[in-house]
């Protein structure tokens, strides 16, 4: 169930869009189709102060709202949408995941605050045009869903609790048993998030893994004995998710971007002692 990170397309790609020349990562693999818009930001182009700065898009990390608020309209704009379409949820490092129905949309569309009563929640469904689903991220894994034949999206915020919760595989089962969705139609996207060079773990997390993963621990958990420290391998792990859910290897993109190792163009909680601002992964249907 588990392969070479090297048997992924791999690649992702920077554009700088609208007039602000704002910067934006894409996927090939979801690149490829008109309707659907898809993106990662960068800490790059905003107007938030350090330690945020300076394109932080969360509203829950201590930067003042007026810069989020600011950024946020300046990604609305470089994508050539409202603001008021972009649709995110408290994040709480569950595995909840919350449909994006008719009516959610329509509180949208009357520019009601709908995630109000909305329970946490991390991942995010929807087969509705025109909501940009967001999460935030500095480290966590984002990753993208797209059934491409019957046109639905997911976005999955996978944190060390999500992944050995298993929400990637959960998430992707969600959309099988909602909307009949089947694997070979679904693509995936890991964005940006902390590498295995970088995510080193304790013994807290070290058990959970085992627990979560007990025919995989080798492959996800590297014990650097010069250092007596161990790493985690997130992506990997959801990878793992991905394939157990029935999508296949030739479905999944991996960026290979460590948020830690390019802290200059990504947040990094790790990198920054948890004092920082957070980018954001985008999906959408037109
Ligand atoms: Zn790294």
Redesign the pocket.
């Known amino acids: 169930m588990t392969t070479s990170n090297a048997n992924f397309k791999s690649a992702v790609f920077l554009s700088e869009i609208g007039s602000d020349h704002l910067p934006l990562f894409h996927f090939p693999l979801l690149a490829q189709f008109n309707d659907l818009l898809h993106f990662i930001t960068t800490r790059q182009g905003g107007c938030s102060d350090p330690p945020f700065s300076s394109f932080n898009l969360a509203s829950h990390v201590g930067d003042r709202e007026e810069h989020v608020l600011k950024n946020r309209d300046k990604l609305a704009k470089a994508l050539g949408i409202s603001a008021k379409h972009f649709f995110f949820n408290h994040q709480e490092h569950g595995t909840n995941i919350l449909l994006i129905n008719h009516n959610q949309k329509a509180g949208l569309d009357n520019d009601k605050n709908s995630t109000d009563v909305i329970p946490a929640s991390d991942a995010l469904v929807t087969d509705q045009k025109n909501v940009c689903l967001l999460i935030f991220v500095a480290d966590c894994v984002p990753i993208l869903l797209f059934d491409y034949r019957k046109k639905i999206i997911g976005l999955v915020h996978a944190g060390w609790k999500g992944t050995v919760g298993l929400i990637s595989q959960k998430t992707v089962q969600f959309m099988q048993s909602h909307y009949g969705s089947q694997g070979q139609d679904i693509l995936c996207a890991i964005g940006p998030s ?2 295995p ?3 080193q773990i304790g013994m807290d997390v070290l058990v959970k893994v085992r627990e979560s993963f007990p025919q995989e621990e080798h492959h996800l958990i590297c014990y650097a004995s010069h250092l007596k420290k161990h790493y985690f391998n997130l992506w990997q792990a959801n990878i793992i998710q991905l394939l157990k859910a029935g999508i296949p290897e030739k479905n999944i993109a991996l960026a290979e971007l ?4 390019h802290s200059d163009q990504f947040f990094s909680s790790r990198k920054e002692q948890g004092l920082t601002g957070r980018f954001a992964a985008g999906i959408m249907l037109r």
Do not use: F, P, V
Request: net charge neutral; glycine share 12%.
């Open positions: 902390i590498g060079c970088c995510y460590c948020t830690s190792c």
